[in-house]
T-cell receptor, first 114, second 112 residues
């Protein structure tokens, strides 16, 4: 069965500082990996995804994530955060054994302080 | 396109009452799913469907029923509401394995 572990439930940082949100997954077969973002009182939006190919994937707003198969990790990074990045971030996995089920981690609440 | 539409946005139920949370999508997606979101628990899968007439249980299915008579609609039924079902419920749809899931705005349900 697929599972996702997000190692930090809350991450406070100052504006313009770098940030890394950690995600590990468990699956013995190839999977697809996603990061979703949830702004307050809204639904989830896709931030970026890894399907195959280059292990480094980027979003349009400066986030990037690197797929590491040996460490079964998909950590999310941004070199310089803004106040507007304050949100909850969810790592998710699907595709194990052809399963369409999308399994989420428990989320990391990123708070960017001025 | 409206995307994924959930109704109602807010609902208060008394213990033992029944209700249906509605979910509709206009993107012709085959795969639809229901999640509940609770503080510190992330999103947990309740039920999902890979196409009209096909449904299956997720991680936390007890107390919930679903059906999928059309591609567009995937209602979630609470047969006898309990306080433990107080949560925010999200419906999502996608085209297939490895594709982006689109989420509704959520239904905030309180059971008293």
């Amino acid at each position: 069965a697929q599972s996702v572990t997000q190692l930090d439930s809350q991450v406070p940082v100052f504006e313009e500082a770098p940030v890394e949100l950690r995600c590990n997954y468990s699956s013995s077969v190839s999977v697809y990996l996603f990061w979703y973002v949830q702004y307050p009182n809204q639904g989830l939006q896709l931030l970026l995804k890894y399907l195959s190919g280059s292990t480094l994937v980027e979003s349009i707003n400066g986030f990037e994530a690197e797929f590491n198969k040996s460490q079964t990790s998909f950590h999310l990074r941004k070199p310089s955060v803004h106040i507007s990045d304050t949100a909850e971030y969810f790592c998710a996995v699907s595709g194990s054994g052809g399963s369409e089920k999308l399994v989420f981690g428990k989320g990391t609440k990123l708070t960017v302080n001025p | 396109n409206a995307g994924v539409t959930q109704t109602p946005k807010f609902q208060v139920l008394k213990t033992g009452q029944s209700m249906t949370l509605q979910c509709a999508q206009d993107m012709n997606h085959e795969y639809m799913s229901w999640y509940r979101q609770d503080p510190g628990m992330g999103l947990r899968l309740i039920h999902y469907s890979v196409g009209a007439g096909i449904t299956d249980q997720g991680e936390v299915p007890n107390g919930y029923n679903v059906s999928r008579s059309t591609t567009e609609d995937f209602p979630l039924r609470l047969l006898s509401a309990a306080p433990s079902q107080t949560s925010v419920y999200f419906c999502a749809s996608k085209t297939g394995v490895g594709t982006e899931a689109f989420f509704g705005q959520g239904t905030r349900l309180t059971v008293v």
